[in-house]
């Protein structure tokens, strides 16, 4: 598991339910290919279908939240097929990464968050790649209201 300080897990777990909106720089997820488990500034996306990234699992205010995850994928990256997911563990949010964009990319995934939930984003190769590399710039997180006490979504 990924070491996070105080510092960091107050930068990802809000304290009040009038956090509105949150960045989470890379540190905050866990890489299942390194020896530490912190997430590299590069990623080396070379070997078996698997998560490169995930986390952080932390509880969010209720709502609905958007997260707008940004990338940057090489060439040889951006030929294969990648799914961004944004949820818990039982229910989710996913998008497929746009098929031959290098260079920078973001994707906007929105979810709706019950009280309790714990929260994580994942990025899944879906088939062996031979070579390549992603850098993950960071996630933005939005909360856009909480329906179920009457404000907008």
Not at 3 to 14: F, G, H, R, T, Y
Not at 40 to 49: A, F, S, Y
Not at 108 to 114: F, I, K, T, Y
Not at 116 to 122: A, H, K, Q, T
């Amino acid at each position: 598991m990924s070491k996070i300080d105080e510092k960091s897990l107050d930068a990802v777990q809000p304290h009040t339910v009038s956090v509105e909106a949150l960045h989470w720089e890379r540190y905050v997820f866990h890489c299942p290919d390194t020896a530490d488990g912190a997430c590299p500034e590069v990623i080396d996306i070379t070997g078996r279908p698997r998560h490169l990234f995930k986390g952080p699992n932390v509880e969010l205010a209720p709502g609905r939240w958007r997260a707008t995850v940004g990338l940057e994928l090489c060439a040889d990256a951006a030929r294969r097929a990648f799914a961004l997911d944004f949820g818990t563990f039982t229910h989710w949010a996913s998008a497929d990464l746009p098929a031959g964009v290098k260079g920078a990319v973001e994707v906007v995934l929105e979810h709706d968050v019950n009280p309790g939930d714990l929260v994580e984003i994942r990025l899944w190769l879906h088939k062996a790649a031979f070579h390549g590399e992603i850098r993950l710039k960071g996630v933005l997180l939005e909360r856009l209201g909480n329906p179920s006490q009457g404000e907008k979504a």
